[in-house]
């Protein structure tokens, strides 16, 4: 299939240090191998001068949009939010750290010949031991819980009107990553099919580890998890 419209959709959280190598990265990406496309930066409540840096790269380039919470509503937030303003045919997520470059996306765009939505693990992100059974033991509690039989690790294509429209943004109520994984759960139960892709990542700009691997974010996702369960099946009896 022809490469469709594309919404690069950056979560940004106090990322000033990276955002400018990040945005000059994604646009160099899109000028050179997108026919169509816009970058959304959802700053998720940032404190320090990350808004400004997107709004100086705006007036630069139109198709750079700043979309803003005034507080910290989490990732799932911040995708609504990004789908929500979408104006193109398919979304990508993205983290505004830079960890996933745009250009790997490149490798997710010929699968969709395959399927309409594409997937994409790591094949160069080496997970110390206690990472590694938080990812396995994850895994197999969602496959337990509410049969999720796919594997997502970095980012995702997937089409915006079927998001909006078919599965409703409304109908999600996971704020953490989970949101993801609810969101192509949705789809897989509307019989759309995935595609797998593997794309390789960068290590963040100030050497942190993954914001998100926590034990407090461990027990909101666990929760997300088992009240989908319990929406599942009051949906579907």
């Known amino acids: 299939m022809p490469t469709p419209s594309l919404s690069l959709i950056y979560l940004c959280l106090n990322e000033q240090q990276a955002l400018p190598r990040t945005l000059e990265e994604a646009l160099a990406f899109c000028h050179a191998a997108l026919p169509d496309w816009e970058i959304l930066v959802v700053d998720d409540g940032s404190t320090d001068q990350s808004a400004a840096i997107v709004r100086a790269y705006a007036a630069r380039e139109p198709r750079v949009r700043l979309l803003q919470h005034a507080r910290n509503l989490g990732m799932g937030a911040g995708l609504k939010t990004g789908i929500t303003a979408s104006s193109k045919d398919y979304f990508c997520m993205l983290a505004a750290d830079g960890q996933i470059p745009a250009a790997e996306v490149a490798k997710m765009l010929p699968l969709l010949d395959r399927a309409p939505i594409v997937l994409s693990t790591y094949g160069n ?7 590694t059974v938080i990812s396995r ?3 197999l509690f969602m ?6 039989d796919f594997a997502l690790e970095g980012t995702y294509l997937f089409p915006v009107r079927v998001a909006r429209e078919q599965i409703g943004l409304q109908v ?7 949101f993801s994984f609810e969101l192509i759960v949705r789809a897989k139960r509307l ?3 995935t595609a797998d892709s593997v ?5 963040r700009l100030d050497g942190g580890g993954s914001r998100v691997a926590n034990l407090k974010q461990i027990s909101r996702v666990a929760d ?4 989908l369960r319990a929406r599942l099946s009051i949906e579907n009896p």
């Not at 992100?125 to 990472?131: F, L, T, V």
């Open 137 to 139: 033991s994850f895994r």
């Open 172 to 178: 999600i109520a996971a704020n953490t990553f989970f």
């Open 125 to 131: 992100r080496p997970n110390n031991a206690i990472r």
């Open 143 to 148: 496959r337990a819980a509410i049969g999720v």
């Open 224 to 227: 997300e998890v088992l009240k």
């Open 199 to 203: 794309i390789a990542s960068l290590p």
């Open 191 to 193: 019989g759309y099919q």
